[in-house]
C-alpha cells in the first residue's frame, strides 16, 4: 500500500516551454501532497504545499507564478513549471500523506519516484 | 524553524558490519521522526519512522532510537548487506507539521 506514482518519469523540453508533471496517490486518499526538489548530491527542498480544493502554500523563494500547482482530486496533484529555463533543470519529487487515517499517521508522508527535468 | 544537522555526510562499512547515523533537531515541538533511503534516481523510500512517545523501534536489520531530551535520533543497521547501499536521509516535523530534512548520508557497504 501507500504507493505514490508520477509522470512523467523524465522530460526534456526547449528554454521558454512549460511542462506539467503528474503526481497520483494511487491505493489512498491524500487532502494533502508535498513538492520539492532536489540538486545532485543535495537534500530535498521543499518547494509548496498542495491541499485539495485549495491554492497551494508555497516556501519562501519560490515563484508560484512559475512553478503552478493544482490539486483538483484526493488523488492528484499537478506541478506545471512555465516558461522554463535550463536553471529549473532538476529532479521534481512529489509527497502525499495518508487522509483516512487521523492522528499520528496523517504525518506519514510517501514519496513518489521523481522527475527528471531537463530543460535546453 | 526547526533545523536538522546529519553526520556523517559518507560512511564505508565492511559488509557484515552495523552502521549508524546520527541526526540533531533544534524545534523541540517536533514529534515525528522518519528515516528515507534514497537510490540513485529513485524517489525517497520510507524505512522506519518513530514518535516522540517511544524511545526506540525496530524493524528486522533496521532500528531508530530517540533522545527527546537531548533532540537527538539515530537510525542503526545492522548485518549491512551490498543492498544497503544508498543514500539516507533523516527528517524531523517541524511546528507545521512539515519535514526539515537532514542532509543526507552516502553508506557504501563493500563486500
Known amino acids: 500500500g501507500a504507493v505514490v506514482s508520477q509522470h512523467p518519469s523524465r522530460v526534456i523540453c526547449k528554454s521558454g516551454t512549460s511542462v506539467k508533471i503528474e503526481c497520483r496517490s494511487l491505493d489512498f486518499q491524500a487532502t494533502t501532497m508535498f513538492w520539492y526538489r532536489q540538486f545532485p548530491k543535495k537534500s530535498l527542498m521543499l518547494m509548496a504545499t498542495s491541499n485539495e480544493g485549495s491554492k497551494a502554500t508555497y516556501e519562501q523563494g519560490v515563484e508560484k507564478d512559475k512553478f503552478l500547482i493544482n490539486h483538483a482530486s484526493l488523488t492528484l496533484s499537478t506541478l506545471t513549471v512555465t516558461s522554463a529555463h535550463p536553471e529549473d533543470s532538476s529532479f521534481y519529487i512529489c509527497?502525499?500523506?495518508?487522509?483516512?487515517?487521523?492522528?499520528?499517521?496523517?504525518?506519514?508522508?510517501?514519496f513518489g519516484p521523481g522527475t527528471r527535468l531537463t530543460v535546453l | 524553524g526547526e533545523n536538522v544537522e546529519q553526520h556523517p555526510s559518507t560512511l564505508s562499512v565492511q559488509e557484515g558490519d552495523s552502521a549508524v547515523i546520527k541526526c540533531t533537531y533544534s524545534d523541540s515541538a517536533s514529534n515525528y521522526f522518519p528515516w528515507y533511503k534514497q537510490e540513485l534516481g529513485k524517489g525517497p523510500q520510507l524505512i522506519i519512522d518513530i514518535r516522540s512517545n517511544v524511545g526506540e523501534k525496530k524493524d528486522q536489520r533496521i532500528a531508530v532510537t530517540l533522545n527527546k531530551t537531548a533532540k537527538h535520533f539515530s537510525l542503526h543497521i545492522t548485518e549491512t548487506q551490498p543492498e544497503d547501499s544508498a543514500v539516507y536521509f533523516c527528517?524531523?516535523?517541524?511546528?507545521?507539521?512539515?519535514?526539515?530534512f537532514g542532509a543526507g548520508t552516502q553508506v557504501v557497504v563493500t563486500p
Open positions: 527528517a524531523a516535523t517541524d511546528s507545521w507539521g512539515k519535514l526539515q
Open positions: 509527497s502525499a500523506r495518508d487522509w483516512a487515517t487521523s492522528g499520528p499517521s496523517t504525518d506519514t508522508q510517501y
